[in-house]
Nanobody, 121 residues
Framework: QVQLVESGGGAVQAGGSLTLSCAAS????????MGWFRQPPGKEREFVAAITMIGGTRDYADSVKGRFAISRDNAQHTIYLRMNSLKPEDTAVYYC??????????????WGQGTQVTVSS
């Protein structure tokens, strides 16, 4: 099992920035890839970004390309999501995910509890 704990959510005005963190513990060898999803109010959960822990290959949803950046710290088993130029439509609960599949599958086995991001206009 892999345990994931997110932090860094909060409220920000449009155009602002936030950085989310996700720390993995437990059987971290299973966290070959890690990523972020989000669930806006009243909508389904959607993919945001992912990264391979070895090699650092990245994948982004079209809606966040050029604004969000995912990074990793292998020593700390932690990933980050730097979110710039935030828009009200970025408001959502953001979830960290981890798994052993290729990031291109956008499919993960382990999930965090989520952290709220609210962007006001």
């Amino acid at each position: 099992q892999v345990q994931l704990v997110e932090s860094g959510g909060g409220a920000v005005q449009a155009g602002g920035s936030l950085t989310l963190s996700c720390a993995a513990s437990g059987r971290t060898i299973s966290a070959v890839s890690m990523g972020w999803f989000r669930q806006p109010p009243g909508k389904e959960r959607e993919f945001v970004a992912a990264i391979t822990m070895i090699g650092g290959t990245r994948d982004y949803a079209d809606s966040v390309k050029g604004r969000f950046a995912i990074s990793r710290d292998n020593a700390q088993h932690t990933i980050y999501l730097r979110m710039n130029s935030l828009k009200p439509e970025d408001t959502a609960v953001y979830y960290c995910a981890a798994g052993a599949r290729s990031i291109l599958a956008r499919s993960f086995d382990y999930w965090g509890q989520g952290t709220q991001v609210t962007v006001s206009s």
